[in-house]
């Protein structure tokens, strides 16, 4: 079992969802069990899908949860859009949560490759990417 605790995707997600959840005490009232909720709940599933799948037996699973992880993280985003579209947030306030988004994605996507790598999935999808790209070219060769 990996420790969550010492993964640096974990740590930058969960100072993402404190600020988050600091953030979003300042939304309107009847937003408590709106936005706010579903940024909040968004942002925190990122680093407890991380922890979560860190205590699996295999790389198989753990890197399902990294993958949930990573789909919450592109939801924290969105709603941090429509924060500041809305007018709850301060583009500065923006600012900030989106560079926090922005370096967990990196952490996450790193950690995400590193596990990949480890499960042999990397070799697929770079195996993947290469058939797409081949049978392009052959349709655009066949076209011209």
Do not use: C
């Not at 988050?20 to 942002?43: D, K, M, W």
């Not at 499960?119 to 770079?126: F, P, S």
């Amino acid at each position: 079992m990996r420790n969550y605790k010492n993964i640096k995707a974990w740590q930058y997600a969960d100072d993402l969802t404190v600020e988050i959840y600091r953030q979003t005490q300042g939304f309107p009232r009847e937003e408590v069990y709106g936005l706010a909720n579903q940024l909040r709940r968004a942002s925190y599933s990122v680093p407890s899908n991380i922890a979560e799948g860190s205590a699996r037996s295999s790389k198989k699973e753990y890197l399902h949860f990294l993958y949930i992880s990573r789909g919450s993280l592109s939801e924290t985003e969105y709603f941090i859009h429509l924060s500041l579209r809305l007018g709850y947030i301060s583009n500065q306030t923006y600012n900030t949560l989106t560079n926090q988004v922005n370096s967990t994605f990196a952490r996450l996507h790193g950690l995400i490759k590193a596990v990949e790598k480890e499960t042999g999935r990397l070799k697929k999808g770079v195996a993947l990417l290469t058939s797409t790209l081949v049978i392009g070219l052959g349709k655009t060769a066949l076209n011209t």
